[in-house]
């Protein structure tokens, strides 16, 4: 079974909609991330959290919110998702003491 | 501030050694990854070198790091057709708890 897991894995969904992404984590990592992938630009950091009740935002937080219900459990929200929130979502993981980041299976979203 | 530049793609013939290469701007940075992501797939640690170091290798990889000039590269000997992927160079700049991530490199390997 994958340690990171991400649900649902595609979405289309159309402009102004509320889209939540769920991710789950089997490794015991206390730090969980949210990036996004757009084509030529890498991966950036949307969300971070530490512990449960830690929140953190990252360099592109601007209509996106968090959840960490849980050590295992991250989940992210677009509250009214727009045409250039379509992109490649990633989850990730990491232990504190390595910082050293395992990654989800990815949710490719959509909006139309 | 903090920037990670590779090169957009490379092409190599089976068989021969790829290269890939990495700029990074923050000299304090304490790890420097590469990470593959295959099509359709979640990004996977191939390997990590940790700042005292100048190289590593493990296996078909050897990763070099050049600190002064801020340069890391990812060495694969023997590659393969199953080597085709992206390759993402990552710095973690010292005193931050987050990874900055370069564009990626695809790499193509053709018979």
């Known amino acids: 079974d994958a340690d990171v897991t991400q649900t649902p894995r595609n979405r289309i969904t159309k402009t102004g909609k509320r889209i939540m992404l769920e991710c789950s984590q089997t490794k015991g990592h206390d730090r969980m991330y949210w990036y996004r992938q757009d084509p030529g630009l890498g991966l950036r950091l949307i969300y971070y959290s530490f512990d449960v009740k830690d929140i953190n935002k990252g360099e592109i937080s601007d209509g996106y919110s968090v959840s960490r219900q849980a050590q295992a459990k991250f989940s992210l929200s677009l509250e009214s998702a727009i045409p250039n929130q379509t992109a490649l979502y990633f989850c990730a993981t990491s232990a504190s003491d390595t910082d050293t980041q395992y990654f989800g299976p990815g949710t490719r979203l959509t909006v139309l | 501030g903090e920037d990670v530049e590779q090169s957009l793609f490379l092409s190599v013939r089976e068989g021969d050694s790829s290269v890939i290469n990495c700029t990074y701007t923050d000299s304090s940075s304490t790890y420097l990854y590469w990470y593959k992501q295959e099509p359709g797939a979640g990004l996977q640690l191939l390997t990590y070198?940790?700042?005292?170091?100048d190289m590593k290798q493990d296996q078909r990889l050897t990763v070099l790091l050049n600190k002064k000039d801020k340069h890391l590269s990812l060495r694969i000997a023997d590659t393969q057709t199953g080597d085709s992927a992206i390759y993402f160079c990552a710095e973690k700049p010292g005193g931050y708890n987050k990874l900055i991530f370069g564009a990626g490199t695809r790499l193509a390997v053709h018979p």
């Open positions: 070198i940790f700042s005292n170091m």
